[in-house]
């Protein structure tokens, strides 16, 4: 801005401010001076006026400058035109908080906002169901504050920001198709998740499958493993009862002869010998 313009504008709103306020106090009221207009502002205050005008949001459509700054000093102390928040801003939980300049830091620009790693409660006044699940599945998560993950507002952190997969098979993308975020030691997958997410850590049951001739050697872990981490099925959920009553009687347990679901083949052939008669067979074999 010209200084010597930047004066004589300072010195004709001074005249009207003095004019104005003179008004109020003196009567009969002197003739009406033109007063400060919104659209004065910006000869002085650029910055202000290029802030708004650029990320103003609804502070620039819905208020104008001097629905905040009412009265400009000397008439006014500095300090008595700068508006809080709660003057419009009232009746939601949010509008309680204290400091609403530590997130919104410039008011002319009210949607850019920004805050520390250390930030929970606030997130509160709009954001109740991850709370709600973080203490419900108590995990170490639960014990980080909201911002330390998500440290710019709205972005979602990708697990590998801070994790390393399980193995070398496993993307940054792959993290959700057994856990979630805000409960993550609660392990839930679809039943197309590949076996080789399971045998990152189950290397030996894997083994021993992709070792099987047996139709199991074939099957998804989670076909049998479903939905949740550590579910076990019982064979007779898939295969009723194969055998004569007298014959399950006498071993009840499966595994007694076929040994471990993931490896019929290993069955010995000694001990198919001793097998009792032979046994009913299910459904469609042979
Ligand atoms: C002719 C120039 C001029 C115009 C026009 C003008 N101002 Fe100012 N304004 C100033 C000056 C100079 C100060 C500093 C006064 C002081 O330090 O005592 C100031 C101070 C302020 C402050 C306080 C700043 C602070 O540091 O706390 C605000 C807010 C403000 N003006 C808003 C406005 C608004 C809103 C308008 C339009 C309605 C406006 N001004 C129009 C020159 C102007
Ligand atoms: C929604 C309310 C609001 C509107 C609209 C608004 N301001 Fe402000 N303004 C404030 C608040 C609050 C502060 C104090 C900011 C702080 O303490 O950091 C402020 C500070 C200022 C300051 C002093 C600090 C600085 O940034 O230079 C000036 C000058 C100013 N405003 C001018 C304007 C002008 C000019 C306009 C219109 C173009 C305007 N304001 C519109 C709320 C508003
Ligand atoms: C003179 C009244 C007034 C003051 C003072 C005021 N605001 Fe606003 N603000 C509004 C209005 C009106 C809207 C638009 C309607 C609404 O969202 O309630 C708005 C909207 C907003 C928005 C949403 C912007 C958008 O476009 O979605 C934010 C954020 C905001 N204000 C923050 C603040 C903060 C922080 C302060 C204090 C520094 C403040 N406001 C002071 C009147 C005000
Ligand atoms: C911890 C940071 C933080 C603090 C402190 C904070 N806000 Fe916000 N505020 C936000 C975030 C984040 C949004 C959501 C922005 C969005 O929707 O994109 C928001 C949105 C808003 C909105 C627009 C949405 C709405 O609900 O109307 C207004 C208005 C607002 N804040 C005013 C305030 C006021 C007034 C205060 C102080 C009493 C305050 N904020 C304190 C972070 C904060
Ligand atoms: C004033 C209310 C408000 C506050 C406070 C607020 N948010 Fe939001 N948040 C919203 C709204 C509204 C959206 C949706 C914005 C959109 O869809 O563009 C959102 C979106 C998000 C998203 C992205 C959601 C998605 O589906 O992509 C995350 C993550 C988020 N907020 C986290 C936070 C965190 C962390 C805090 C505290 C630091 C916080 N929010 C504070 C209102 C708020
Ligand atoms: C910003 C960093 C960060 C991000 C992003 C993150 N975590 Fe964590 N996570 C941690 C920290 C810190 C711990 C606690 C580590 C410790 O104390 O050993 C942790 C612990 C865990 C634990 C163990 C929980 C317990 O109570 O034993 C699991 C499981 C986990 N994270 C999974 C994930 C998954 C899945 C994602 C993505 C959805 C993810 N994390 C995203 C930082 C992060
Ligand atoms: C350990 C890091 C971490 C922490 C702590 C965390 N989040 Fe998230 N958040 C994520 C990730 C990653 C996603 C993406 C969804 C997923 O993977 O489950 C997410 C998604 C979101 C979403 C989008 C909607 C949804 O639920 O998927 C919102 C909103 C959100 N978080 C808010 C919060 C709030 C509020 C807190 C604090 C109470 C919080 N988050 C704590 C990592 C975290
Ligand atoms: C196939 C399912 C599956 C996938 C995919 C998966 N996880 Fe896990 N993850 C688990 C299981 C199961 C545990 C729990 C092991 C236990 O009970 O100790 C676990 C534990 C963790 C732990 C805590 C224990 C540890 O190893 O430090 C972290 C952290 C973790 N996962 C991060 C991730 C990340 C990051 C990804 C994506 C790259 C991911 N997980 C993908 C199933 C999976
Ligand atoms: C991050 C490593 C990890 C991943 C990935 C993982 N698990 Fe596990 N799993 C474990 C741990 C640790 C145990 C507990 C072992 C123990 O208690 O001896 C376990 C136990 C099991 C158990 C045994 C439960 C019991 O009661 O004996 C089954 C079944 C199981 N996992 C299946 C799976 C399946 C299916 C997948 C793939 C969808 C998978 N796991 C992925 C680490 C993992
Ligand atoms: C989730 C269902 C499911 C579970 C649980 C299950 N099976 Fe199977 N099993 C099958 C299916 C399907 C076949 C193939 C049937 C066919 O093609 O005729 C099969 C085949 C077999 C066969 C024949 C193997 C071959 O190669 O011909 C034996 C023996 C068998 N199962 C035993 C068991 C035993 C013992 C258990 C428990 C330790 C068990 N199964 C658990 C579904 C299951
Ligand atoms: C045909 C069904 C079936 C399939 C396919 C299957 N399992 Fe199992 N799994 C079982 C049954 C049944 C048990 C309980 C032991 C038994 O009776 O054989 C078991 C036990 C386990 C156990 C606990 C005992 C141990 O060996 O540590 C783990 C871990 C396991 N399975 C992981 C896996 C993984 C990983 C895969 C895929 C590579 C897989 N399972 C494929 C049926 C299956
Ligand atoms: C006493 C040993 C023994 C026990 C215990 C036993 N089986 Fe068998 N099972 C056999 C023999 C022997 C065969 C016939 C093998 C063959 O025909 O090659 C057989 C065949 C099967 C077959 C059909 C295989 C095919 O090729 O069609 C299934 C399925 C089966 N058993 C499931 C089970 C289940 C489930 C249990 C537990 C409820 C069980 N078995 C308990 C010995 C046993």
């Known amino acids: 801005m010209n200084v010597a313009k930047g004066f004589k504008l300072l010195a004709a709103a001074l005249a009207t401010v003095a004019v104005v306020s003179l008004a109020w106090g003196a009567e009969p009221a002197p003739p009406a001076a033109p007063a400060l207009a919104n659209s004065d502002c910006v000869k002085c205050h650029a910055k202000p006026a290029a802030a708004i005008e650029a990320k103003g949001m609804a502070h620039k459509t819905s208020v104008g400058c001097q629905d905040c700054h009412v009265g400009h000093p000397p008439a006014v102390a500095k300090k008595d035109i700068i508006p809080s928040c709660g003057m419009c ?4 939980p ?3 908080l204290a400091g609403c300049l530590s997130c919104h830091r410039n008011p002319h620009t009210p949607k850019v906002i920004t805050f520390g790693k250390d930030v929970t409660d606030p997130c509160l006044t709009c954001h109740t169901e991850q709370i709600a699940k973080l203490k419900t599945n108590p995990s170490k998560h639960t014990k980080l504050n909201c911002s330390f993950c ?10 590998t920001q801070c994790h390393k997969p399980h193995s070398a098979d496993m993307g940054a993308g792959d993290c959700k198709k057994c856990h979630q975020a805000h409960m993550p030691k609660v392990v839930a997958y679809g039943n197309d998740t590949p076996n080789k997410f399971c ?4 290397n030996k049951a894997n083994s021993l499958m992709t070792a099987s001739k047996a139709k199991h050697g074939k099957f998804l872990c989670v076909s049998c493993h479903q939905n949740k981490h550590k579910t076990v099925p019982n064979c007779q959920e898939c295969h009723g009862s ?4 007298g014959i399950m009687n006498k071993f009840p347990v499966c595994g007694n002869c076929h040994s471990i679901a993931h490896d019929l083949n290993n069955w010995p052939a000694a001990e198919k010998k001793e097998a009792p008669a032979k046994p009913a067979k299910p459904g469609k074999k042979q």
């Open 89 to 92: 801003h009232t009746g939601k």
């Open 242 to 245: 194969p055998h004569p009553a």
């Open 150 to 159: 998500h440290d710019v507002h709205g972005k979602i952190p990708q697990c």
């Open 94 to 96: 949010h509008f309680k």
């Open 199 to 202: 045998s990152a850590c189950h």
